[in-house]
């Protein structure tokens, strides 16, 4: 009875093993993995800034996909968020005098002013980096207490001042990884 106990486990350890190494060999489905996981944010965009993002990512270098386009967009709003809040150090505003509503915003950053060109915008989630999500939630906190702005319309704002950026900077687009861009707008708004 012993030969036949035994013989039963050794079968069961070569299906357990068998079974462990078809799973080990199973491809994954879905996305690529990335170093760093990305979240979803969800934000109303309008069919001309999907366009816009896929022409930001066009401009930059062929490493740096559409899916980056959202995490550069928003580490140039915190970078000029930052900027503006040392500019203001001494006084204890968050914004300059005369910076009423978002719109004096976009004209003292030179931006041209959002444009209602679809009636209504499309909920869709865009992949951010978990800092970057921060960040993100930073920059919508600080313009919805001062302006009343929702989490879309403070991306929109990112993704023209990333339009900005590389207009005003196009050295910016030879760097092929998204850390050397993320020092490198650092350093610009420093």
Sequence with gaps: MSQKKEKRESEAKERASTLAALLKEKPKRGRPSRNVSRQNVYVALAKSQKKQMKKLSDLLADEISRADVPDLAITVLSARLEALRRAVADRNREMPEGI?????????????????????????SIRVSPQQVIELGRAHGTLNAV????????????????????????????????????????????
């Design 100 to 124: 009423t509503d978002l719109e004096s915003l976009y004209l003292l950053w030179d931006l041209p002013l959002p444009t209602t060109d679809e009636k209504e915008p499309s909920w869709t």
């Design 147 to 190: 302006f009343g702005a929702n989490r879309s319309e403070t991306f929109s704002l990112a993704l023209s001042l990333l339009e900005q950026l590389i207009e005003d900077h196009p050295l910016i687009q030879q760097h092929t990884t998204v850390e050397e861009l993320r020092k490198q707008i650092l350093e610009i708004y420093a």
